[in-house]
């Protein structure tokens, strides 16, 4: 299926909850979010995904939370995150974004909730990519020199016992990725959602078989293998469930003239929120 690409606005945050499927394009990436929400609302939580940019357009950020709660704590603790990756927009170091979310995952459990989340930070210039996961699937990364698909599980965190609540993950249970990525490498970030879903048949995606399912045709445009199996596993899966992807391919877009010029001017104003938590 052919979709549209935008081109993404720097200084801008989108996403939240809502049904897309939108492919952006911005500087060292194409995006493409493929994003289904079910229509029983959010009685007792659902996913939210954001996609943030820059002043410039050197920094991507990507977050993907799954939300199990009252409605009243989803929308609250939604809108906390949105904020949190408001006021880091222009920072390229994400562990300000992942010590909030920590207190916030602490504060929400308090209050009987419980999430997962994935947050990753693409920055442009030197085509680095780096992540933490929150109890959320890890990222499947395509080598485009190897022609390959791989699982990046990445590194625990540091333990600290003390900080331990219930109901919470600990920052022993966090993963961190850091890489180099090339210009034809791409990344799949997808939560729970997906995750649990089925692919015709009955299987259960999960990491090891979407990974097997990529690597059958490591000699298909990623892309296109891709946007097939996503098509694929949704026909097999209740719609019942929401379902996040976010899958990027990296190029080598430069920063434009216009954006260099603007980014100061930007850096003074507000970020632009063109989120929706209401779908």
Known sequence: MLVPTERKSCMEITGGRKSEDVQYEMPGLRMRVFSKQSSLGVGGGGEIHFVSSCASGRITRMLIADICG???????????????????????????????MEQQLKEFASHGGFATASIATFFAPTRSFVMCNIGNPPPIIY?????????????????????????????????????????????????????????????????????????????????????HLVSRIREASP????????????????????????????????????????D
């Open 70 to 100: 009252s409605e009243s704590i989803f929308r609250q603790f939604s809108c906390q995150i949105r904020d949190g990756l408001l006021k880091s927009i222009n920072s390229i170091w994400q562990n300000r974004v992942i010590d909030q």
């Open 143 to 227: 080598r485009n020199a190897k022609r390959s698909w791989e699982v990046v599980h990445g590194d625990h965190g540091e333990s600290n016992d003390e900080d331990s609540v219930d109901g919470v993950f600990s920052k022993g249970e966090y993963r961190f990725i850091e890489t180099k990525l090339e210009v034809g490498d791409h990344f799949l970030l997808y939560g729970n959602g997906f995750a649990q879903s089925q692919f015709p048949g009955g299987d259960i995606v999960g990491h090891a078989r979407l990974h097997s399912a990529l690597q059958d045709s490591a000699h298909t445009n990623p892309d296109t293998r891709i946007e």
């Open 239 to 278: 719609e019942s469930e929401d379902s996040t992807v976010v899958a990027c391919s990296v190029t080598n877009r430069t920063v434009g003239l216009k954006d260099n010029l603007l980014a100061p001017i930007r850096l003074l104003g507000r970020a632009k929120d063109n989120t929706n938590l209401d």
